[in-house]
């Protein structure tokens, strides 16, 4: 019997194949779920590859509200209010809070607020400046407790704009979401990240930084501020790292951790795993002792190349 099958290496029978696409080049398996190793792999390795580059050794991070506004545009937010013919306000219906009693009432609440709360925008400024000239004393090739931010408005965007005012380098750490959150304009921009899992951002601001600012904020700045007390109180770090809580009113309000001592579901000691602080310049000292102390004394061993990662125990 005849064979009536073509033969593969006939010329014409077959179309000219292309080459196929490197596997690192293709976009198709890149964002498929199969790609979601190298995706975690590349949010791990491309930022430390850039610290090394800008010879970032280690963080100080700030958390707070990113709500708040500086007091400049609290207050010209809150004249447009009080004051329409000043610049041209939404309608009564476009106001926050438009399906209260009272529109302009529940704006003008917030504005009055705003304006109340815009201290710790001004504040956290100061404190990232003074913070940053003090850094840029300190001897050596890398840079040491650069102010680090989520990125964003609010008290991410005073501090780096603090620490850009003071002349240092400043570091975002911003998270891409369905409702963009955009790059505030003073980090600096060898120093701009943006991330896709929360958990590798997470990563970045627990394993560079020497210490914690924690200013007034909501489910966010409670999620990292718990997350690092956890962290410390399970010794999952070896590096002492501090935990500067800012706002004495705000967080008597917000906190009772003795509660939980009493109930027995942390230990006494765990109650004073931070400081409370009131001030930039209590803030500072407080910052400038501790950070001396535990991350600024002479070791054995010296680190050629930065940065410095929080060693984990055992």
């Known amino acids: 019997m005849a064979n009536s099958n073509k033969n593969p290496d006939d010329e014409g029978s077959l179309p000219e194949l292309l080459p196929a696409p490197m596997a690192y080049l293709n976009p198709e398996f890149l964002n498929s779920p199969d790609g979601r190793l190298l995706r975690i792999l590349s949010e791990y390795q491309e930022p430390l590859s850039r610290f090394r580059r800008e010879k970032i050794q280690d963080t100080v991070v700030f958390f707070g509200s990113a709500r708040f506004a500086s007091l400049p545009d609290a207050q010209n937010a809150l004249t447009i209010l009080e004051k329409p013919g000043s610049a041209k306000p939404a309608s009564p219906q476009q106001q926050p809070g438009a399906k209260d009693g009272d529109a302009l009432q529940a704006a003008l609440k917030r504005a009055h607020a705003g304006v109340e709360m815009a201290r710790y925008y001004e504040e956290a400024r100061q404190l990232a400046a003074k913070l940053t000239e003090w850094t840029l004393t300190l001897p050596g090739r890398r840079h040491r407790f650069v102010v680090t931010s989520g990125g964003g408005p609010g008290i991410m965007e005073a501090a780096n704009r603090g620490a850009r005012e003071a002349g240092g380098k400043t570091i975002g750490l911003n998270i891409r979401l369905p409702f963009e959150q955009y790059p505030n304009r003073y980090i600096t921009p060898e120093l701009n990240f943006e991330f896709h899992y929360f958990f590798m951002r997470k990563y970045w601001f627990a394993y560079l930084a020497k210490a914690l600012v924690v200013f007034p904020g909501g489910f966010g700045t409670l999620d990292e501020f718990f997350e690092i007390l956890t962290l410390a109180q399970t010794h999952k770090l070896a590096k002492k790292i501090l ?17 939980l001592a009493d109930a027995g579901t942390i230990s006494p000691e765990d109650v004073n795993g931070f400081t409370v602080v009131d001030t930039p310049e209590e803030a500072f000292e407080v910052l400038k002792e501790g950070l001396t102390k535990f991350h600024l004394q002479p070791t054995k061993h010296t680190v050629e190349e930065g940065p410095e990662i929080a060693k984990t125990l055992p």
Request: glycine content about 6%; cysteine-free; charged content about 25%.
């Open 243 to 259: 935990v500067i809580v800012y706002g004495r009113e705000y967080w008597n309000r917000v906190l009772n951790l003795e509660a």
